[in-house]
């Protein structure tokens, strides 16, 4: 039972544009919401996060949207640069249990020049 | 980047021999991770430790057993590996349970 998805294995844009990357959730105790990129043969590194009590989150090209009647959250990159190719993914925690994070299976970005 | 390093970075082993994956940290946080991640299901948590001595089970830790005798060191151990534990491997750190979580570098791990 996948708690966190995100449904698009891959995804490619156009350098300059905007990339948007999706994640769902089921879990309704979830409350803190992070994003991670991975690099090939590198760890993943903490992208930005959002926590229930807000809606967006903001830093630098990178914005963090969450709708909680949803349970939907996205990750906006604008502009798209090349060096953001990469898998990006999305994690989810519960208060009780913060520790726990559930990871969602990964979207591969793509950015084209 | 946070001080995280694994060893080995890689192995490749034959099913049923044991297999112990190290993890050392320069930065002297409570809460260590041990992670897999493989192809259509991200990364899923093994086992973690919050403190020297305290472990506690993740989301798939059966086949592996975790030890941690030292506050930089946390170590993972596959007693007989299986070729269903072919996976890179992931070691996270962090200072306390709701603060983000840093990754080393990981180890690919092959059984044969």
């Known amino acids: 039972d996948q708690q966190v998805k995100q449904n698009s294995p891959s995804l490619s844009v156009q350098e300059g544009r905007i990339s948007i990357l999706n994640c769902d959730y089921t879990?309704?105790?979830?409350?803190?919401f992070l994003w991670y990129k991975k690099y090939p043969a590198e760890g993943p590194t903490f992208l930005i996060s959002?926590?229930?009590?807000?809606d967006k989150n903001e830093d630098g090209r990178f914005t963090v949207f969450l709708n909680k009647s949803a349970k939907h959250l996205s990750l906006h990159i604008v502009p798209s640069q090349p060096g953001d190719s990469a898998v990006y993914f999305c994690?989810?925690?519960?208060?009780?249990?913060?520790?726990?994070?559930?990871f969602g299976q990964g979207t591969r970005l793509t950015i084209n020049p | 980047d946070a001080g995280i390093t694994q060893s080995p970075r890689h192995k490749v082993t034959e099913t049923g021999t044991p297999v112990t994956l190290r993890c050392h940290q320069t930065e002297n946080h409570r809460y260590m991770y041990w992670y897999r991640q493989d192809p259509g299901h991200g990364l899923r948590l093994i086992h973690y430790s919050y403190g020297v001595k305290d472990t506690d089970k993740g989301e798939v830790s059966d086949g592996y057993s975790v030890s941690r005798s030292k506050t930089e060191d946390f170590l993972l151990t596959l007693e007989s590996a299986t070729s269903s534990q072919t996976s890179v491997y992931f070691c996270?750190?962090?200072?306390?349970?709701?603060?983000?979580?840093?990754f080393g570098p990981g180890t690919r791990l092959t059984v044969l």
């Open positions: 994690a989810a925690s519960a208060i009780e249990g913060a520790q726990k994070l559930v």
């Open positions: 959002i926590s229930s009590i807000k």
């Open positions: 996270a750190i962090s200072l306390n349970p709701a603060d983000t979580q840093y």
């Open positions: 879990n309704s105790m979830f409350d803190y």
